[in-house]
């Protein structure tokens, strides 16, 4: 008679993974109910196009409340029209030709006790290529509050859409230093006193160190598993929404909306590991399929992205950001904090790899698997550390750039993430050290190239430069050079 077989208790959730799945689920109902209302507002939004350009912006009091019914009128190359702002403040005008456009607001029908701050340009000139977004800024104050007062404006929503719209540049570069055209950028209005090279070179190593940690989880994720994630980028773009989000729907302080990023990237990191990808290494599936996983998972994230935000930009905030000028450049203070934050991260990650014992069973586990395991190391447990802490710089990542190029997309992340593929590779794929170094590097490069190429050009560059280092050196910078055959 054969005896019964017993089987083994059905497995607990951990405490930690219960609470992460909890807060994932949090967070997908909160966009949800949040989404519904952005949705319909931008429905009727100008969409420029091959054919078409669309100048915009939103009209805010100087309590930050939206302007509707104000009357602009836009002038130019064979074109008169008038556009009148919507209940969310928001206006645009489509337009069939490329040039210089004038847009003119009619004060007569802004609110009673509103006025243009002083100075403000009026008309103001933009200039327009088919294909992209222009912004026209019209910053409005109390009236007869004068030139010195305190200014509570709120910047446009366009102008984050004249940033981040250009999806093959601006929104992979910080166009603040290099763009032309009107109103798209607070600091390239300090760039015609100041020396440009120097300021290019400013600005490209702000994006370049926005970059690395944006990157630097891409790259650990490749040294522990040999995985290239293709979802990356989305898990930046998950950052840059969560924190517009935050801010903009629910209300809450940017630094919370910030923190609530980075523990939604942390969760979806999470749950991709033990949901699909620690799976599919138990069932020893090849490298080569856990890859084309993530462009699955990619294009499944970018699909509801754009259902729960829409294609139009997302400003994590609408403040004007005033310019300190350093002399020979300028720069906001925002873009100070960003760097020094993004800085501070890089520097924490650096030393947990290289001083804690965390760190150290880290990289055993990314010189040999098997051996790591073999001395004791919890290896499913270090690649799963790693999947957490890398969604979650990506998520940081996201929020700081969108923070940084002013406004967020449903395909930011998969915009950047040419970029950043670049950055580690030319660094050295696995090496943390490395990828910083590429980051900077195509930072620089991509912001400098446009003082004698086109803007449209400037991924060519970095991929110029790119694919020279790797025929001189192969494995990168810093990587380490490996025998084949």
Known sequence: MTPPTSRAP??????????????????????????????????????????????????????????????????????????????????DVALQESGEYTVLLDVTTLPEGEELREGADNPRTVTVELGRDSAALFPLVAAGSGAGAQESTQESTAEATAEAAEESTAAATNTTATDTEGGTSSESAGLAGNNRVVQLLVSGLVFGILLALASVGANLIYGTTGLSNFAHGDLVTLGGVLAFAGVQWWGLPLWLAIVVAVVGGCAAGWLLDAGVFAPLRRRGVGITQQLIVTIGIALAMLNVFLVLFGANPLPIVTEISTQVNFGLFSLSPQSLVLVAVAVVVLVAVALVLQRTRLGRATRAVSDNPPLAAASGINVAAIIRGVWVSSAGLAALGGALMGLYLGSTRFNFGSVLLLLMFAAITLGGLGSPLGGLLGALVIGIVVETSTLFLPNDLRYATALGILIVVLLIRPQGILGRAQRIG
């Open 10 to 91: 059905a497995r607990v959730p951990g405490t930690w993974q219960v609470i992460l799945a909890v807060v994932l689920g949090l967070l997908v109902l909160g966009l949800l109910g949040g989404g519904a209302a952005p949705a319909s507002a931008q429905s009727a939004a100008c969409e420029s196009g091959p054919t078409t350009a669309c100048i915009n912006g939103t009209l805010r009091t100087s309590e930050g409340d939206p302007v509707s019914g104000a009357v602009l009128t836009v002038t130019g190359p064979g074109a008169q029209t008038e556009a009148i702002s919507r209940e969310d403040g928001t206006w």
